[in-house]
C-alpha cells in the first residue's frame, strides 16, 4: 500500500490560471490510476483515469500525464474556475488488484 | 441515476454507544468498500466485499464490523466508538476488482 501523508500538500492559483497536480508512486507495478476530486464534505468523485500502456489522456479541461520512468502522475486542469477548488487524490491499481491505493492528496484553493 | 447512497449524512454517537451506518447501491457491483477518511488524509480501506466474501484489512480494529445481506446493501457497525473513531466513512462500489470506485456521500461521525 501506499503511504498516508498527516500534512496535505496545498495549491492556490488564480481564476482562468492552469493548475498542475502532482502525484508519486512507489509500485512500478500499478498499471491503472485514477485522479478523484473531493468537495469539503463529500465522497469522492471519479475525474479521469489512465491505464499505464499510455502516457497521456485528456478529458475536458483535464488532462492526465503518466510517466513510469520516474513513477510521476500528473493533472492538468485548464482555466481553473473556482468550483474547482477542491482536495484532489491519486489513486493506483495494481494487477487488476482487490482495491486502489490512494496517494496524499492535494488541496487546491482557486482565487477568484 | 444510478448511484451510491449512504445515509445518514451526519451521525451523532455517544462514546461506547453502538452505532451502524448504511449504504445502498443502484449500480449493481460486485464490490462494496468501506473506507474511514480523517481530516486531510486519505481514505483508507477498512474492508470490503465482493459479492458475500468478507475482505478484512489486517488494521482494522475489531470494533469495526460489517453486513452485507445482499447485493445493493451494505452496512459498517461500530461496536464501541471511541473519540478516536470520529470521522468520514465513505462507502464506495466497483464492477469487479481493478474497476474504478463509485462512492457515496459519506457519512460524517461524530463520537461525544
Known amino acids: 500500500g501506499e503511504s498516508v501523508g498527516l500534512h496535505l500538500p496545498t495549491l492556490s492559483v488564480q481564476e482562468g490560471d492552469n493548475s498542475i497536480i502532482n502525484c508519486a508512486y512507489s509500485n512500478s507495478a500499478s498499471d491503472y490510476f485514477i485522479w478523484y476530486k473531493q468537495e469539503s464534505g463529500k465522497g469522492p468523485q471519479f475525474i479521469i483515469d489512465?491505464?499505464?500502456?499510455?502516457d497521456k489522456r485528456q478529458g475536458q479541461r483535464v488532462t492526465v500525464l503518466l510517466n513510469k520512468t520516474v513513477k510521476h502522475l500528473s493533472l492538468q486542469i485548464a482555466a481553473t474556475q473556482p468550483g474547482d477548488s477542491a482536495v484532489y487524490f491519486c489513486a493506483e491499481n495494481i494487477n487488476l488488484d482487490n482495491q486502489f491505493y490512494f496517494g496524499t492528496g492535494t488541496s487546491l484553493t482557486v482565487i477568484p | 441515476d444510478a448511484m451510491v447512497i449512504q445515509n445518514p449524512r451526519y451521525q451523532v454517537t455517544q462514546f461506547g454507544k453502538p452505532v451502524t451506518l448504511s449504504c445502498s447501491q443502484t449500480l449493481n457491483h460486485n464490490v462494496m468498500y468501506w473506507y474511514q477518511q480523517k481530516s486531510s488524509q486519505a481514505p483508507k480501506l477498512l474492508f470490503h466485499y465482493y459479492d458475500k466474501d468478507f475482505n478484512n484489512e489486517a488494521d482494522t480494529p475489531d470494533n469495526f464490523q460489517s453486513r452485507r445481506p445482499n447485493t445493493s446493501f451494505c452496512f459498517l457497525d461500530i461496536r464501541s466508538p471511541g473519540l478516536g473513531d470520529a470521522a468520514m466513512y465513505l462507502c464506495?462500489?466497483?464492477?469487479?476488482w481493478g474497476n474504478g470506485y463509485t462512492f457515496g456521500s459519506g457519512t460524517r461521525l461524530t463520537v461525544v
Open positions: 464506495a462500489t466497483s464492477r469487479d
Open positions: 489512465i491505464r499505464s500502456n499510455m
